[in-house]
C-alpha cells in the first residue's frame, strides 16, 4: 500500500481480555515505531523498532504490553489483561532509515476502547 | 521525563493573525526538528523541519526558527486561517544516533473566522 495500514481501526474489548493490534508500515521503511496518544493529549512514546537491532522498549508503560516486529515489516502490538487506562488511540508510524530525510509516516490509528 | 517541552497547549488566534508555538529540548545529540500538524480522527502528517545548522525554514506561512544556543524552536503560522486549526506537535531525533523520535504534548490551534 502507499501508506502505513493500522488495523483494527476500532476496537472495543472487555476488561481483563487481550488484544492485538496490527500495524503494517510502508515498504522499505526499517524504522517503526508505536505511540499512544489518549483522548486530547500527546504522544506517548511506546517502543521502537530499526532494522535488525534491539528495539528500544523503554516507553512500554507496563509489562501488559509488548511489540513485535516479523520479518522486518508487520509490527503487532499486543496489551494483555486490559484496563480501562489503557483506552486510547494506538498510532503507528514506519520511517526509512537512519540519515536524511527520515519523514516518520503515520498510520490512521486505532482507537481501543476497554469496557 | 519529556524529551521536548512545548507551550501552549491552546492557542486561540483570529483570522489573519499569527499563530506562535514553541518548544524547547535538553538533549544536544538532537539534530533534526519536525513539527506535525493532526486533523481530529487522523494520524499526524509533517508539516515542516529543520535541521540545527539553520537558525529558519520557511515554506509558505509556515515559519520555524530555531536557537541553537538556548535549545529552542518555534513554529510560526503567518496569516492564520480557519483551515488551520489542528494539534501541533513538536519533535526532536537524533538521526545519526539512537534515532528515536520524541514529541512534544501538542498545542490545539483554533484560528477563529
Known amino acids: 500500500g502507499a501508506g502505513v495500514s493500522q488495523s483494527p481501526s476500532n476496537k472495543v474489548t472487555e476488561k481483563g481480555k487481550d488484544v492485538e493490534l496490527r500495524c503494517d508500515p510502508i515498504s522499505g521503511h526499517t524504522a517503526l515505531y508505536w505511540y499512544r496518544q489518549s483522548l486530547g493529549q500527546g504522544l506517548e512514546f511506546l517502543i521502537y523498532?530499526?532494522?535488525?537491532?534491539?528495539?528500544?522498549k523503554s516507553g512500554l508503560p507496563s509489562d501488559r504490553f509488548s511489540a513485535e516486529r516479523t520479518g522486518g515489516s508487520v509490527s503487532t502490538l499486543t496489551i494483555q489483561r486490559t484496563q480501562q487506562e489503557d483506552s486510547a488511540v494506538y498510532l503507528c508510524?514506519?520511517?526509512?532509515?537512519?540519515?536524511?530525510?527520515?519523514?516518520?509516516?503515520f498510520g490512521q490509528g486505532t482507537r481501543l476502547t476497554v469496557v | 521525563q519529556q524529551q521536548v517541552k512545548q507551550s501552549p497547549q491552546s492557542l486561540i488566534v483570529q483570522k489573519g493573525g499569527i499563530s506562535i508555538i514553541n518548544c524547547a529540548y535538553e538533549n544536544t545529540a538532537f539534530d533534526y526538528f519536525p513539527w506535525y500538524q493532526q486533523f481530529p480522527g487522523k494520524g499526524p502528517a509533517l508539516l515542516i523541519a529543520?535541521?540545527?545548522?539553520?537558525s529558519e525554514k520557511k515554506e509558505g506561512r509556515f515559519t520555524i526558527s530555531f536557537n541553537k544556543s538556548a535549545k529552542q524552536f518555534s513554529l510560526h503560522i503567518m496569516d492564520s486561517q480557519p483551515g488551520d486549526s489542528a494539534t501541533y506537535f513538536c519533535?526532536?531525533?537524533?538521526?545519526?544516533?539512537?534515532?528515536?523520535?520524541?514529541f512534544g504534548t501538542g498545542t490545539r490551534l483554533t484560528v477563529i473566522p
Open positions: 523498532f530499526q532494522g535488525n537491532s534491539a528495539p528500544d
Open positions: 508510524a514506519s520511517s526509512r532509515a537512519r540519515g536524511m530525510s527520515t519523514e516518520a509516516f
Open positions: 519533535a526532536a531525533q537524533d538521526q545519526t544516533g539512537a534515532n528515536n523520535l520524541f
Open positions: 529543520i535541521r540545527p545548522d539553520v
